[in-house]
């Protein structure tokens, strides 16, 4: 076993899995954020340890990414939501936060088309800053912006709207999890679904849950009219 890359957390190479969570008694480390990225850690690895075949991978960070946050941290701190985790208010809050921000929304906001087929951090970076270096801050804005979008892409496919993506995204699944490419994989399970709709769609169901989070906050849809539009 050797240490992860989460601080306090050790994996076991056997299985590809963290295990154990090391904590101190002089200075406690367990914190949310602590605890939350050992869990969400361990889904990836298991996840991608009981791939078929194994050699493949699943090569969507966003499959990855989303299903690790979606159902690592619970929407409450109550024991009861670790049976059934729901989208977060605070990731609901800072995506709408984030789509409200002309400059934010342009930089960090993705089509589903283009998150799905996003293989890892170093990719998602030069695919957005190319080899212009950005501050320490627009790095971790970045990252922690996508897995938000993750996060809600998965609460969205599998349970938004009355589930009625949920057996086009369970083919998705299968696809990507033998190793098809994440656009493929999506292109195929969705056929005769127009991506661009489910984008406009999936938006409109983060609004409607920050409204149903927080209902005396009002909240302007204008963003939405033209929410993947480059603008110069």
């Given at each position: 076993?050797?240490?992860?890359?989460?601080?306090?957390?050790?994996?076991?190479?056997?299985?590809?899995?963290?295990?154990?969570?090391?904590?101190?008694?002089?200075?406690p480390?367990?914190?949310?954020?602590?605890?939350?990225?050992?869990?969400?850690?361990?889904?990836?690895?298991?996840?991608i340890?009981?791939?078929?075949?194994?050699?493949?991978?699943?090569?969507s960070?966003?499959?990855?990414?989303?299903?690790?946050?979606?159902?690592?941290?619970?929407?409450?701190?109550?024991?009861?939501?670790?049976?059934?985790?729901?989208?977060?208010?605070?990731?609901?809050?800072?995506?709408?936060e984030?789509?409200?921000?002309?400059?934010?929304?342009q930089?960090?906001?993705?089509?589903?088309?283009?998150?799905?087929?996003?293989t890892?951090?170093?990719p998602?970076?030069?695919?957005?800053f190319?080899?212009?270096?950005?501050?320490?801050?627009?790095?971790?804005?970045?990252a922690?912006?996508?897995?938000?979008?993750?996060?809600?892409?998965?609460?969205?496919?599998?349970?938004?709207r009355?589930?009625?993506?949920?057996?086009?995204?369970?083919?998705?699944?299968?696809?990507?999890?033998?190793?098809?490419?994440?656009?493929?994989?999506?292109?195929?399970?969705?056929?005769?679904?127009?991506?661009t709709?489910?984008?406009?769609?999936?938006?409109?169901?983060?609004?409607?849950?920050?409204?149903?989070?927080?209902?005396?906050?009002?909240?302007?849809?204008?963003?939405?009219?033209?929410?993947f539009?480059?603008?110069?």
């Amino acid at each position: 076993m050797h240490d992860s890359y989460t601080s306090g957390a050790v994996r076991d190479e056997a299985i590809d899995a963290v295990v154990s969570f090391v904590n101190s008694f002089e200075k406690p480390k367990a914190t949310t954020e602590n605890v939350y990225r050992v869990l969400r850690e361990t889904f990836v690895s298991l996840l991608i340890a009981h791939v078929k075949p194994p050699a493949v991978g699943v090569t969507s960070l966003w499959l990855r990414e989303g299903l690790a946050s979606a159902w690592a941290w619970p929407s409450t701190p109550k024991v009861e939501s670790l049976d059934s985790p729901g989208l977060r208010a605070d990731v609901v809050a800072s995506l709408v936060e984030t789509c409200h921000d002309d400059r934010a929304r342009q930089t960090y906001l993705m089509p589903v088309s283009e998150l799905c087929a996003v293989t890892g951090w170093v990719p998602l970076t030069m695919r957005l800053f190319g080899d212009r270096q950005q501050p320490p801050e627009t790095y971790s804005k970045l990252a922690a912006t996508f897995v938000r979008q993750s996060s809600a892409w998965m609460h969205y496919l599998t349970s938004g709207r009355g589930g009625r993506h949920r057996v086009a995204f369970e083919k998705y699944l299968e696809l990507a999890m033998s190793g098809m490419s994440g656009n493929d994989a999506l292109s195929l399970a969705f056929a005769g679904t127009s991506l661009t709709d489910l984008d406009r769609d999936f938006w409109a169901w983060v609004y409607d849950s920050h409204q149903q989070a927080f209902p005396d906050v009002a909240i302007d849809r204008g963003d939405l009219q033209h929410l993947f539009e480059k603008v110069d």
